[in-house]
């Protein structure tokens, strides 16, 4: 009797007190991704396959060329991209040289005679096996965390800084996120440029035994 007389004139509660929610965890935001991080990231990553779209703007032509298909990454210096459009093609990367075949026949560099040839091949070797030393070697090195308002992601700008570079290229800027190398634009002196974007990347491929024959060698088939 009392306590519903207690209740009515508001000096204690009519039933139990509920419990208060619980705080909702506070998820830390993710810190923004710092050079050392991308290139650590890099050299950790056991290989690398993916899809590609590649296009070559030129100026003499209207319209780019397009090609697509798969690109390979065995470290630290193998590099295949096998072309699926618009016609089957193999370029491959390996023992310092760069080997080609198509329905007309095959073809050959040693990259060490080669400085034009080897100047485009490895730069984008070196940035995949995260080689900070033979990169400063040839580039002045740019690079921004966070970009496009996500802390893990990253862009990396390439200016030239030696021969023969200087002459060739006026830049070469990657995008990606983590270890993930999305797209790389080559900006040539001339105006025309290369733009190669990846997609459907695994970077915990790794390359072994037949595999690893079979996918860097110009001869074997699909």
Known sequence: ?????????????????????????????????????????????PGVHARYREEQHIALLAAPLVSE???????????????????RART??????LRFADAFGHDEVDL??????????????????GDVA?????????????AD???????????????PATELVESIVLRGREAR???????????DRTVTTLSDIDTAHRYEGDELTRVFSVDAGE
């Open 134 to 146: 033979r990169i400063e070697a040839t580039w002045a090195v740019g690079f921004s965390g966070g």
């Open 92 to 97: 491959v990367v390996a023992g310092g040289r």
């Open 181 to 191: 190398v999305e797209r790389i634009e080559v900006r040539e002196l001339g105006g």
């Open 112 to 129: 060490a005679s080669n400085p034009v040839v080897a100047l485009f091949v490895h730069s984008v070797l070196h940035v995949l096996a």
């Open 1 to 45: 009797m009392l306590s519903a007389i207690a209740c009515a004139l508001g000096l204690a509660p009519a039933t139990e007190p509920v419990p208060a929610e619980p705080a909702a965890a506070v998820v830390p935001a993710a810190a923004t991704i710092t050079r050392d991080e991308l290139l650590a990231a890099l050299r950790a990553v």
């Open 149 to 163: 308002g996500e802390p893990r992601a990253w862009v990396l700008a390439l200016r030239p800084i030696t021969s």
């Open 69 to 87: 298909g798969t690109m390979h990454f065995a470290p630290p210096d193998r590099l295949a991209k096998h072309q699926r459009k618009p016609a």
